[in-house]
T-cell receptor, first 113, second 112 residues
């Protein structure tokens, strides 16, 4: 079945460490997105990519980095510069940025030890 | 700025009808989406409105009034499994791309 796979489901990070969240899709979608979800707040866009080898900052990109070397994959790195990384991270994809809806993965919950 | 408002929580009874409202103040409106999200899971797409009026899909309907900046999601014949958070998201134009802006979600509790 086609879909979006995020791994791992739970992730723990020590202070000062970088950590990478995986997102893979087999929907043949061009556009991919990363969101952060915190209690009492809506989903906030971190980064998005319209096509391979291209990505753009969203509303809260500071402390994060991404790459898009393959159409299927859009990993997110949470760097030590992100001061409040504990959150639920959601990856999404759509046929294009102009053609939605977006389809979401099951998310990764990141916690700081 | 861009702003979306939804009630934080609602409670309804199994078998009843519930209406979840969403008001928005955005520039470059280009459509409105409703998603359902169970705790700890992925949001799943429910409905999409870009023109004024009602869109019906089984037990779920969504209404849009662009002049009033208002939408609602109507859930009929409520079931216990409908207990979830319902997210309103507005698509706005941003140069060559579109962007989704999400509300904080409405947590619906369906009681027996």
């Amino acid at each position: 079945d086609g879909g979006i796979t995020q791994s791992p489901k739970y992730l723990f990070r020590k202070e000062g460490q970088n950590v990478t969240l995986s997102c893979e899709q087999n929907l043949n979608h061009d556009a991919m997105y990363w969101y952060r979800q915190d209690p009492g707040q809506g989903l906030r866009l971190i980064y998005y990519s319209q096509i391979v080898n291209d990505f753009q900052k969203g509303d809260i990109a500071e402390g994060y980095s991404v790459s898009r070397e393959k159409k299927e994959s859009f990993p997110l790195t949470v760097t030590s510069a992100q001061k409040n990384p504990t959150a639920f991270y959601l990856c999404a994809s759509s046929i294009s940025v102009s053609n939605q809806p977006q389809h979401f993965g099951d998310g990764t919950r990141l916690s700081i030890l | 700025g861009q702003n979306i408002d939804q009630p934080t929580e609602m409670t309804a009874t199994e078998g009843a009808i519930v209406q979840i409202n969403c008001t928005y103040q955005t520039s470059g409106f280009n459509g409105l989406f409703w998603y359902q999200q169970h705790a700890g899971e992925a949001p799943t797409f429910l409905s999409y409105n870009v023109l004024d009026g009602l869109e019906e899909k089984g037990r779920f309907s969504s209404f849009l009034s662009r002049s009033k900046g208002y939408s609602y999601l109507l859930l009929k014949e409520l079931q216990m499994k409908d207990s979830a958070s319902y997210l309103c998201a507005v698509r706005v134009r941003g140069g060559a791309t579109n962007k989704l802006i999400f509300g904080t979600g409405t947590l619906l509790a369906v009681q027996p």
